[in-house]
């Protein structure tokens, strides 16, 4: 048993205010869907991403002036789509460095290296799958300059509090002079970043409720599919996306191996995942709350997304 899924059910939906944390959206089949989502026409932040990975790789590695070789660990890799462009950069240019890229999803890391090994046979890849800091750790005990990849927008699936926590985390398990290439998704068109999440082919209410499916799965809970909803909503005066599973009737859900009954009212909700949206200043704010400086901001043509380049602070 998963013990702080198990942790982390209880408390969610025992409080008032139910919710759910996002981070159990990716077993293998929320990977599968998530892959789906990342290929929408609404979806900008695939496309944008990659833009910027494509067109400005050459610009990215001079902006990191490592002159040996170096580890570029990826948290989250998931399909590294994005990611192999700047990859094929740096092997095409023969320049020395090793890919690390940390899942915690085994599916997700074998297709990966699979796929990798066909396109790039040149490319020394080390995957790993756990916990991003107990990997970290590992690698902050050599001598090797690391750049760390949190590529996706990932950042924004928390507060602010939680966001300067982890990369307070990730900056301490770093060592000086490593960089950090995190992906943020910026504030701009409401209507551009709610038709993102609240696409019509309902392929993210699938993402979503297949949380409630991996429960009954895991746990042996009964939630009946058909009587919940999603539903999400944008907020532009504070860049928040509030994401939510919507109880369609009154009903009571049996998780059977945590011992727990659920009642939920009717149109009662959970909340699921939080997706915040940076202004450029924000970002400088908080990578100084976390002990990092902002070297340079990679920005695809429209202004949608930063790929931004941070160091860490001595």
Known sequence: MNTSFAQDITKGLSAEKKHLSSKYFYDDNGSRIFQEIMQMPEYYLTDSEFEILSLQAKQIVEALKFDVSFN???LGAGDGFKTFKLLEYLVSNSIAFNYVPIDISQEAITILSEKLQERL??????PRVGDYFEILKEAAKN???SLLLFLGGNIGNYSEEKAIELLSLFNKNMKVNDKLLIGMDLKKNP???HNAYYDHASITKRFNLNLLIRINREFDADFRIDDFDFY???????GEVKSYIVSLKAQTVQIKD???TIKFDQNELIWTELSKKYSRPEIEVLAQKSNFTVIE?????KYYFTDSLWEKLK
């Open 72 to 74: 570029i660990i990826e």
């Open 121 to 126: 046979p040149e490319l020394s890849i080390k």
């Open 143 to 145: 001598d090797v300059p």
């Open 191 to 193: 209507i551009t970043i």
């Open 232 to 238: 999400c909503h944008y907020d532009p005066s504070i």
């Open 258 to 260: 945590l011992d727990l």
């Open 297 to 301: 901001h990679f920005l695809d043509c």
